[in-house]
Every structure is written in structure tokens, then in C-alpha cells.
């Protein structure tokens, strides 16, 4: 099982050293901004490390939404951020499920996962794999409970796309840890990917907010069979840097090995 984190952009590879990770996972351009991701200097040496890579889309990438001047864009954004990852070799582009305004019908969010996959083909589909990641909030979100991700993939799942699981996400969105590989695999087939996340917040608070491995409100040892039982590639976000994701590595490659 590789284990690794979410690192700074700026040298991923240095950082991956650093932390002793065998996985990494960065942004190709602001997390929080529309601009794409623009061609990087070192992309032969990543493509060709021996270190497994993944990229995470911007967050602002919401193409659920029935607001037109933030779904198209997103639909763009998503598909030139695949392209970019392409070219470093990344084996997923991970982005949130995403969500529906206020009174908006959330089966309509479902049909606009759809048609961004069919707009995606137009051009020869996505050239990264699209890993949909759960959420933590919002009532109306495509990915938070269980059951709209279940209505997301009767009408997605034929696109072949990918799951990516948040443990922090999960607890903070009210989905129990215990048999949540379970859960998800008789939803989506597969685990493509965990983010192994403590959480500062309590069961279903709504809250995005990661803590490390050993703090936090999360039993420790329920991460490490939940990483265990999913059998995926892991990425922790947790804080603290080199030292702090640093031994969230340590801890997991210790016990999940064990």
C-alpha cells in the first residue's frame, strides 16, 4: 500500500523526499482562483518518478450547479486541469462532488455531472481519470450523503469514473466509518483513492476542518481499518507540514502494515 500527502506544488518530488511518502498529491494551479493550469518545467521528472502521483482540482470546480456562469466554466476548468495532469503523469484528478443551490432540485446536479462527462467526449473525454471525492456539508451536496452519491452514480457510473473517500469528510457529513468501504463499494464498485483525514469537528457537523492522524475526534485506530479495508493508494491532508504529515505517514505505514 503507498501512503504519501498534500504537498506544496512548488517541488512536489523534494517534498514527497522530505516526507518519506510514497504518494503525492498538489495543485496545478490556485486552489481558489479560475485561471489553468499552465505547462511546468519539471513534468518529464515527474512523469517518470517513481513516486505515484494525483492532482486535486481547484475547489472553486462546481459543475453540479444550475448557475450557468459557474457550471460551464467549471465544466472548462475540469477538463483542461485532466489535460495538465496528463502531462505529469498523474494517475487522478480528484474534485468534489459538488452541490445545488438552495431549493434547487439536487437531481438536476446529478444530470450535470452527466452532461459534463458528455461534454468532456466531445473533445475525446477527460485525459486523467476523474476521481469524485465525498463532502463534508451542505444539505444539497451530490457527494455527502450516501444515498445521493448512490442517485449520482445510477446516472454517472457508466463513465467509468473514479471514487475518492474522505474519512474526515464522512464523519463530519454524518456517514459512519465503521463499514464505510462497504458501503461505498456497493455503491461505486471501487475506492480509487483515500484522503485520510482526522476530524476537529464532531460526527455530522457539516464541518470541513482535517486534524492529524492521532488527534481529533475520529478513534485513530478506526482510520487505519478503514485505510486497511479500502486497499487504495492514501494521501493524508492533515496540517503541519513536513513533521506534521510526516508522522501521519509513519503512523499509518506502522499499523496498516502491521
Known sequence: ??????????????????????????FLADPKGWKAPEARADADALRTAQVELYVHAPYVVNVATTNNRIR?????????????AATVGAKGLIVHGG?????????????NWRKTFAFAAESGGFATPILIENTAGGDNACARRFDALARLWDVIGSYDVGFCLDTCHAHAGGEALLDVVDRVKAI???????????SRDAFDSGADR????AQGMIDPELLVAVVRAAGAPVVVETPGGVDGQG????????????
Open 210 to 213: 482535517h486534524d492529524n492522524l
Open 1 to 26: 500500500m503507498r501512503i504519501g500527502a498534500h504537498v506544496d506544488p512548488g517541488d512536489p518530488l523534494a517534498e514527497a523526499a522530505a516526507r518519506k511518502a510514497e504518494v503525492v498529491q498538489f
Open 99 to 111: 452541490h445545488v443551490g438552495k431549493g434547487d432540485d439536487v437531481a438536476v446536479g446529478f444530470d
Open 72 to 84: 460551464i466554466p467549471s465544466r472548462k476548468l475540469l477538463l483542461s486541469h485532466a489535460t495538465a
Open 247 to 258: 508522522k501521519d505517514i509513519a503512523f499509518l505505514r506502522d499499523r496498516v502494515t502491521a
Open 188 to 198: 461505486t464498485g471501487r475506492i480509487d483513492l483515500v484522503h485520510a483525514n482526522n
